[in-house]
Nanobody
Framework: QVQLVESGGGLVQAGGSLRLSCAAS????????MGWFRQAPGKEREFVAA????????NYADSEKGRFTISRDNAKNTVYLQMNSLKPEDTAVYYC???????????????WGQGTQVTVSS
């Protein structure tokens, strides 16, 4: 059974930092590109960042680029999202997801985690 489990969310003040983790099991981790997405109440789920299965290429949404960093440790079957300079508008449930196609749109990602809440106070 494939399982993606996010952790590391919580409540932080604006300007603070969090590091999210996503531990994968039940799949060959190195066969999948990994992405982070987020969804705030009343809003569409949106792309945050993605990383290739080799870790050699990354992609970020414009709103996060320069503040967030995605990385992966294939030995630990884990992908991370380091979030710095957090803003109240970053408040959302953050999800990790897996795809075997680097060019997959969000709707075609193969597996999803349960999400972890990030709340940034002003």
């Amino acid at each position: 059974q494939v399982q993606l489990v996010e952790s590391g969310g919580g409540l932080v003040q604006a300007g603070g930092s969090l590091r999210l983790s996503c531990a994968a099991s039940g799949l060959t981790f190195t066969n999948y590109h990994m992405g982070w997405f987020r969804q705030a109440p009343g809003k569409e789920r949106e792309f945050v960042a993605a990383i290739r299965w080799t870790g050699g290429s990354t992609n970020y949404a414009d709103s996060e680029k320069g503040r967030f960093t995605i990385s992966r440790d294939n030995a630990k079957n884990t992908v991370y999202l380091q979030m710095n300079s957090l803003k109240p508008e970053d408040t959302a449930v953050y999800y990790c997801a897996a795809t075997n196609n680097w060019y997959s749109p969000m709707t075609e990602y193969d597996y999803w985690g349960q999400g972890t809440q990030v709340t940034v106070s002003s």
